[in-house]
């Protein structure tokens, strides 16, 4: 969809979380999947970096995908005002917000008594989940019939736990 389109069509309030897409936590959280299986070396303080490492990433990641779309609409000659702007921002959100769960996890994994290793995996679990998550919400806010949304969880699952097999193939 492009960003006239976008804009020429402001939902507001619950009219516009109606409509959101949810496709953008789905990546964040693949994102973050694969950022936790590709920190294996982290320093004296490994909760922390990975904490940093998991939203840095994100905002990162948020930040090339508003760039993307922003520029998409330079290229196709469209203005680009400041509510364009900050319309993407928040159609590109979830990416971020995506990344905070296995964050969130990863700061209070020392609470449940787990070790880096524990912690790892504690965060990939849950990253795994939100993006199952994203995806079957995705499903319904698209008006999904169950069988469909099964199928997107599953999808989603199945390419979580491909991640996982990575980590225990390539890490272990």
């Given at each position: 969809m492009t960003i006239a389109r976008r804009t020429a069509r402001r939902p507001?309030?619950?009219e516009r979380r109606a409509h959101a897409d949810n496709t953008g936590g789905v990546y964040g959280s693949m994102l973050a999947a694969s950022v936790v299986v590709g920190a294996d070396h982290l320093g004296e303080l490994p909760r922390l970096e990975l904490v940093l490492l998991l939203l840095l990433t994100g905002v990162?990641?948020?930040m090339a995908h508003v760039h993307a779309q922003l520029?998409?609409?330079r290229l196709a000659q469209q203005s680009v005002d400041r509510r364009t702007v900050l319309h993407v921002?928040?159609?590109e959100w979830p990416?971020?917000?995506a990344a905070v769960p296995p964050a969130v996890a990863v700061a209070v994994s020392p609470l449940l008594g787990l070790g880096v290793p524990g912690t790892l995996w504690l965060a990939?679990?849950?990253a795994v989940a939100g993006q199952v998550g994203w995806s079957l919400a995705a499903a319904v806010r698209a008006g999904a019939?169950?069988?469909q949304m099964a199928l997107s969880a599953a999808v989603n699952l199945l390419l979580g736990l491909l991640i996982?097999?990575?980590k225990i193939v390539l890490k272990e």
């Open positions: 507001r309030g619950a990162v990641f948020w520029f998409g609409a921002c928040r159609e990416i971020l917000k990939l679990a849950v019939s169950r069988r996982i097999l990575l």
